[in-house]
C-alpha cells in the first residue's frame, strides 16, 4: 500500500470515529443528527488499517475499538506503542461501552503477552482501578475490568475485586438491580481471584 493511501485511509477512519463519537453523543444530550455514518465503512477501513500493523495507525485504531476483535489484536500487538491511546479511551467518560470494553480486553491482551514495561503497567493499573470503582458504567464494563485487575495481579486491584466477590451488597451499591448481572459480577470476581483465566484471545 503506497503512503498516500496509506495517509487517505488513516485520515478517513479518523474522520469516521468523529462521526460515530458524535452520534454516540447526541442521545444523552437529545440532539438529532442526520444519518451520515455508515458504521460498516468504518469496519472495514478499520479493519484494513490493523492488517497493516503500521504504528501511526494506533490514534485511529484506539478511536475505532468497538468494531471487532481484529482491531483490538492489532492495538495488542502494539504493545507499550498503544498503551497511552488505548487508555484515553478507556478512561474517558465520553467514551461508549463498547469502545471501553474492547479497550479493557486490549490492555489485558499486552499484560498476559508481557511485553509492557512498569511505567506502562501502572498506566493500565490506574485505568483498571478507576473502571472497577466506576459507578456510571454498564455492568459489562464492570466485569472486562474486573478481567484485567486480575490480569495485573495487584495486591489493592485485588482487595478491590474482593468487595463484590465477598458481598452482594457491594454490586447493589454500583447501581445493580438485576439479580441475574449481580450473580454473574460475583462470579466473575470470584473466578478470577480464585486464577480461572478470563477468556483468552482467538488468534
Known amino acids: 500500500m503506497g503512503a498516500d493511501l496509506r495517509a487517505a485511509l488513516i485520515e478517513a477512519l479518523d474522520s469516521a470515529n468523529q462521526v460515530q463519537a458524535t452520534r454516540s453523543k447526541a442521545p444523552r444530550h437529545g440532539e438529532k443528527l442526520q444519518d451520515l455514518y455508515d458504521p460498516e465503512f468504518q469496519v472495514k477501513v478499520a479493519r484494513t488499517l490493523a492488517r497493516l500493523k503500521d504504528p501511526r495507525t494506533i490514534p485511529v485504531l484506539a478511536g475505532a475499538l468497538g468494531t471487532g476483535g481484529v482491531v483490538t489484536d492489532a492495538l495488542a500487538d502494539f504493545g507499550e506503542r498503544a498503551v497511552p491511546d488505548v487508555r484515553r479511551v478507556v478512561v474517558s467518560p465520553e ?3 463498547w469502545l471501553v470494553n474492547d479497550g479493557l480486553e486490549a490492555l489485558r491482551f499486552m499484560v498476559e503477552a508481557g511485553n509492557i514495561s512498569a511505567k506502562a503497567r501502572k498506566e493500565i493499573r490506574s485505568a483498571a482501578k478507576m473502571r472497577l470503582l466506576s459507578n456510571k458504567q ?8 474486573i478481567d484485567l485487575g486480575a490480569a495485573l495481579n495487584d495486591p489493592e486491584l485485588k482487595q478491590i475485586i474482593r ?21 454473574k459480577t460475583q462470579r466473575r470476581a470470584l473466578d478470577r481471584l480464585a486464577g480461572v483465566a478470563a477468556f483468552p484471545r482467538k488468534r
Not at 454498564?138 to 475490568?145: C, D, E, F, K, P
Not at 468487595?163 to 450473580?183: M, N, Q, T
Open 95 to 97: 467514551s461508549d461501552t
Open 138 to 145: 454498564n455492568v459489562t464494563t464492570l466485569w472486562w475490568a
Open 163 to 183: 468487595s463484590p466477590a465477598s458481598d452482594r451488597k457491594a454490586i447493589v451499591a454500583r447501581g445493580l438491580i438485576d439479580p441475574y448481572e449481580i450473580d
